[in-house]
Nanobody, 123 residues
Framework: QVRLVESGGGSVQAGGSLRLSCTVS????????MGWFRQAPGKEREGIAT???????YYAASVEGRFTISLDSAKTTLYLRMNSLKPEDTAMYYC?????????????????WGQGTQVTVSS
């Protein structure tokens, strides 16, 4: 049973930084995609950053240059470093995993999800 557990969310003022973590367990594939998605109240869940274990990274335009996705060498912990946070970054953040994807930003391509961690950015 694949298990994803996020941590690191919290409240921060605009311009601040946070680092989210997601631990992965029992994922048996050697190569796969892992992504960060977020969902604000009343909005759809959107993809913001994805990484392939082979090294490729993908970012949504809204976060590129401010957020950095990374995976530890053991491929068991996914990170999202978030800098220059804005109030519009406020959302529940989820990590997700998939063996293969067609669109690395499409939530429908990801079959495994964590429970989410809340990020709140105040102005």
């Amino acid at each position: 049973q694949v298990r994803l557990v996020e941590s690191g969310g919290g409240s921060v003022q605009a311009g601040g930084s946070l680092r989210l973590s997601c631990t992965v367990s029992d994922y048996t594939y050697s190569n796969y995609y892992m992504g960060w998605f977020r969902q604000a109240p009343g909005k759809e869940r959107e993809g913001i950053a994805t990484i392939y274990t082979g090294g490729s990274t993908y970012y949504a335009a809204s976060v590129e240059g401010r957020f950095t996705i990374s995976l530890d060498s053991a491929k068991t912990t996914l990170y999202l470093r978030m800098n220059s946070l804005k109030p519009e970054d406020t959302a529940m953040y989820y990590c997700a995993a998939a063996r293969t994807v067609v669109d690395p930003m499409n939530r429908a391509d990801f079959g495994y999800w964590g429970q989410g961690t809340q990020v709140t950015v105040s102005s």
